[in-house]
């Protein structure tokens, strides 16, 4: 069904009910939903058919009274209430075995880790590079295992038609193989929080493998291609400093950047000390230790995910921010 | 038949409609309201903090949607818009429509339909309109006391650390389930003792059906949710590790504690207003309603099968794939008597005598809205959709379809086909099908556009998207004003009717079940002696009298006029 509406569809390609196609399992998932659009709009109008033929033929005129009819018909209710449940096991089919396919992950898959924080996405790939958009070649099986750092989110790509919930305290799996080269939003579709609806990235489809192989070489070798400013204003964009942490001095959920390397601060501890690069440094991997008269102590950890040579990268960052 | 006289009233020979003591003027002053036991009494306190609710709850949703306008900054920042949709929710879910049409609707109509005097246990009843009072006085207080943003279904590990106002609110949540319950037990106790000479089970109205289906899930379903809400303020308490995974607990477990309430709950809110479009159909037809026993299965097969679907919430959710498989093909399962019930009510129309007055509009409205609320339900009743469209737009629409489309749209009809009897006053029938056309008419244009948002890949609960949704939100945002100045609309008719409204007879509509026999508005004891049931849904027991511009029984009819019109004795 591709009914085009001027200026209410940013993209070509997508239909009236869908974004475009972009996974193996979506073409299944339209077909379901089609199906089930049809059987729906087939009883909608007959229901309202009849209730407006009816409206109009037995409305009320003066002097004339209803007619008195039969107020049972035991062969009339029951083949209204079997043909329905016919329908509805007929849709319970589709739907269960398109559902097979779209959870049962392939023997081989390429693996990618993801964790999810309040308000950003950590993809990381299987040489440990950390990346906030995920990356997957065309045409390969693609898993994702995931897990949460705080509260309930789920990872949803309205394109591949796939969601899961990813809950903290357990890992969950979700599998795709993409089908058409491009670039298509992912975000979380469980309630999580102020930011919510900020935690969007996007999943970009590279069109061979040897697109995405290049892709990954010259991303992760970043402080080889980057200065360490560059490369720690792309850690500050990809792990989620950027949600709490302003570059022009408004105060967010984290104190701001802007002037902050060198200045002294106030802790609600009661002590102080000047914002250097062991303190900085010590933010990061033990955010709760140290906490800035004024905020909350709600930033997570990065021990682990960060290397001594990416924490550098950052301080030299903050340092540029004068 | 309507033989109850007033033997201390001079016109005691005349039908009760001209007895001028009534529930409402036979004792005054603010203690006489505040300590009565009279049930109709408490259902129109209800009827009056359920109004109350709605408007603060309707207000929160114009503003968001005012917000949603534009992805961008218009009216509020991210934490307010997140209080502000929660607060939506849980006052309209709680607050709203769960006590709407059973607490407020049920108590003024029940026992008048019952042919009693009052329910079983009138004590208990002004106390669950306290444990009401009460419970939104908590809500109240989690608003002032710094909000709530967990969202109306409290969800794992955020309320825990959200540092909202989670346990106030959560308390408010428990004393609202008591008052649930107490309701249901009530209604329960009165429909099996109380039922007057020839009522049977299967001669009862199925507004009746409906109530008793609903006080059932009330009974069993609401200390769940007490439980679960108790649980979760011990763990935001003193850290228990029930919930939190960082303690060892496991947060898909409060989903499945709380949706094991949440389901069955949504059919708290649909089954009686299901109940009042039966009434509703059958009274503005003139007709016998169709499949009378259809009907009143369904209403129990709905209950029952409500306690087994809960699971269809949580596809998502990383529980087993065999459990969402097996959740699926129950859910389907309620989708059945949901449909009986819409043929039958369409059947009962056949070969009708239908008056468009504002009861029926509202009913008709049901059907429209309720077939696209219900068939809607089939998309995420089936997994393979349902992954695409979990936590979207699409569910907004839908449940927007079934719990205010339909849910609200009943109790609208049930305020206007009562109306009368409550108030003892006419509205305005023009002003009234004008505003239900506006209702209708809003609530499509704000809610079908969200079923395009959610499929095309909209997540619900979003401050702000992507630019591409923006038309589709403004047009949403049009239909929720449209909706919001015909609710006021609807709201100023009927409160200009107590004041300036055509006095009532006791049966404008010309329905045949018993709470039509008694004046309008019933007097403090509705009935002298219990009245004796025939069938409810005997239209030709009544006919029109010029002189009391309302229907009345057809041999006092005969006995006035003389005249010897066709007999629709309904005496069994």
């Known amino acids: ?322 | 038949m309507a033989t109850i006289v007033d033997s201390s009233n001079p016109k005691s020979n005349l039908p009760v409609q001209y007895r001028e003591l009534n529930y409402l003027n036979c004792s005054k002053g603010w203690k006489s309201w505040f300590f009565t036991l009279d049930h109709k009494r408490i259902g129109v306190m209800y009827l009056i903090g359920v109004t109350a609710s709605f408007f603060f709850g309707g207000i929160f949703a114009v503003l968001l949607r005012t917000e949603l306008l534009s992805p961008t900054k218009l009216l509020m920042g991210p934490d307010t818009y997140n209080q502000m949709f929660t607060l939506h929710g849980a006052i309209m879910t709680f607050l709203v429509i769960i006590p709407g049409v059973p607490a407020a609707i049920g108590n003024v109509i029940l026992p008048v339909m019952l042919g009693a005097k009052d329910v079983a246990f009138p004590r208990m009843n002004l106390c669950s309109f306290y444990l009401w009072m009460f419970g939104a006085a908590f809500f109240v207080a989690a608003i002032v006391l710094g909000g709530l943003d967990t969202g109306w279904t409290f969800y794992t590990p955020y309320s825990i650390t959200s540092n909202t106002s989670v346990i106030t609110a959560l308390l408010g949540v428990f004393i609202l389930g008591f008052s649930s319950i107490f309701t249901g037990l009530n209604f329960i106790v009165t429909i099996h003792t109380m039922r007057p000479p020839g009522m049977t089970w299967f001669k009862m109205p199925l507004f009746l059906w409906a109530l008793y289906a609903t006080a059932l899930i009330q009974v069993l379903a609401t200390p769940v949710l007490g439980i679960t809400g108790l649980l979760l303020v011990v763990e935001r308490a003193f850290h228990i590790g029930i919930f939190d995974p960082a303690l060892g607990g496991d947060p898909v477990l409060f989903q499945h504690f709380f949706w094991f309430y949440s389901h069955p709950a949504v059919y708290v809110m649909i089954l009686p207003a299901m109940g009042v479009i039966s009434e509703v159909i059958a009274v503005h037809s003139r007709k016998h309603i169709f499949g009378y026993r259809f009907i009143a299965y369904s209403s129990i097969a709905i209950a029952i099968f409500g306690f087994l679907v809960w699971g269809h919430h949580m596809f998502v959710s990383g529980q087993s794939k065999v459990v969402a498989v097996i959740f699926s093909a129950i859910t389907f399962s309620v989708s059945i008597p949901s449909a009986i019930k819409v043929f039958n009510w369409l059947t009962t129309m056949y070969k009708g005598s239908i008056r468009f007055t504002t009861a029926m509009c509202y009913g008709l409205s049901f059907i429209f809205i309720f077939s696209i609320g219900g068939l809607t339900g089939l998309f995420l009743a089936t997994l393979a959709t349902d992954v695409h469209l979990h936590d979207t737009y699409f569910v907004v629409a839908h449940f927007h379809y079934v719990m205010m489309g339909s849910s609200l749209v009943g109790l609208f009809a049930a305020v206007h086909h009562w109306w009368p009897k409550i108030s003892g006053k006419l509205f305005s029938e023009f002003w009234g099908r004008i505003a239900c056309l506006g209702v209708f008419t809003g609530f499509n244009l704000t809610f079908f556009p969200q079923f395009i948002l959610g499929t095309r890949g909209m997540p619900r609960r979003y401050y702000t998207y992507l630019p591409e949704f923006q038309n589709l939100h403004i047009m949403s945002t049009m239909g929720a004003y449209l909706l919001g100045i015909s609710s006021a609309l609807m709201a100023a008719t009927l409160i200009y009717s107590v004041y300036r409204g055509k006095k009532a007879p006791a049966n404008p509509w010309g329905g045949a079940s018993l709470e039509w026999q008694c004046s309008s508005p019933p007097p403090h004891n509705n009935f002298d002696h219990p009245p004796h049931a025939g069938d409810p849904y005997v239209m030709e027991s009544v006919v029109y009298d010029e002189e009391v511009e309302g229907f009345v029984p057809v041999e006092c009819h005969e006995k006035k006029t003389g005249a010897t019109t066709a007999s629709g004795d309904n005496e069994v």
């Open chain 1, 1 to 322: 069904m591709k009914l085009f509406i001027p200026n209410l569809l940013a993209n070509d390609e997508a239909g009236f009910w869908f974004p475009p196609q972009g996974s193996t399992v979506a073409e299944g998932v339209d077909s379901v939903y089609f199906f089930i659009l049809y059987v729906c709009t087939f009883f909608f109008v007959l229901i309202v058919g009849l209730m407006v033929l009816f409206m109009i033929k037995y409305r009320h005129r003066p002097g004339v009274e209803a007619e008195k009819t039969v107020t049972h018909n035991l062969t009339l209710e029951l083949s209204w209430s079997v043909i329905p449940t016919i329908l509805t096991i007929i849709m319970f089919w589709v739907g269960f075995t398109s559902y097979l396919d779209m959870r049962t992950p392939p023997d081989s898959s390429y693996e990618i880790d993801v964790v999810a924080k309040k308000w950003s996405w950590a993809f990381k790939y299987p040489n440990g590079w950390i990346e906030s958009e995920l990356h997957i070649p065309k045409g390969e099986n693609v898993t994702l295992t995931m897990a949460s750092d705080d509260v309930l989110h789920s990872l949803w790509i309205p394109a591949f038609r796939t969601k899961m919930d990813v809950v903290p305290g357990r890992y969950t799996q979700e599998w795709f193989n993409a089908t058409k080269a491009g670039t298509y939003p992912l975000m979380c579709a469980e309630y999580c929080g102020q930011k919510h609806s900020e935690m969007i990235t996007k999943v970009v489809v590279h069109e061979t493998r040897g697109d995405f192989d290049k892709w990954l070489k010259i991303a992760a070798d970043i402080h080889k291609n980057k200065t360490p400013v560059e490369a720690g204003e792309y850690f500050y964009k990809t792990r989620g400093c950027i949600q709490c942490h302003s570059l022009d001095g408004v105060k967010k959920n984290g104190p701001s950047f802007k002037g902050l390397f060198g200045k002294e601060r106030q802790f609600t501890d009661g002590t102080s000390a000047v914002a250097d690069a062991n303190y900085i440094r010590n933010s990061i991997l033990e955010p709760q230790s140290k906490i800035v008269v004024g905020f909350r102590p709600i930033m997570p950890t990065f021990k682990g995910q960060l290397t001594d040579q990416d924490i550098t990268a950052i301080i030299a960052f903050i340092k540029s921010q004068k």
